[in-house]
């Protein structure tokens, strides 16, 4: 996959997790009509372990072990790498792998 492809891909990945979060405020919102046992046992449970596998950035004192947003940053960062270490060569294995690159002999 290019560069531009996986570019593209952590934008959809981002727009994706944003609109999940639009959808949770929803959910909340639409909890507080609901009894108090059933709103507290919903942010309790569902709507915490959703929150918290977005990102680290909620009103949790838990976390999780890799949120989606982990997965954004690991995933944007790898691609910086890739950028400043893009091979001259545009064979399969170069494209495809960092250490394939070292032993290149096409570029």
């Known amino acids: ?9 952590i934008e959809a990945l981002v727009d994706i997790k944003e609109q999940i979060e639009v959808l949770l405020d929803e959910a909340k919102y639409l909890l507080y009509s609901a009894p108090d046992g059933i709103r507290n046992r919903a942010k309790s449970y569902w709507y915490a372990h959703m929150r918290t596998a977005l990102s680290d950035d ?9 949120s989606m947003q982990n997965t954004i940053d690991e995933w944007s960062g790898r691609m910086s ?23 290149c002999t096409n570029g």
């Not at 909620?58 to 890799?66: A, L, Q, V």
């Not at 890739?82 to 032993?103: I, N, V």
Request: glycine share 2%; net charge negative; aromatic share 4%.
């Open 58 to 66: 909620n009103e949790f004192i838990g976390r999780s072990m890799c």
């Open 81 to 103: 790498e890739d950028e400043t270490e893009e091979a001259d060569c545009d064979c399969y294995d170069c494209q495809r792998s960092r250490d394939a690159r070292k032993e």
């Open 1 to 9: 996959m290019s560069n531009e492809e996986q570019r593209e891909n």
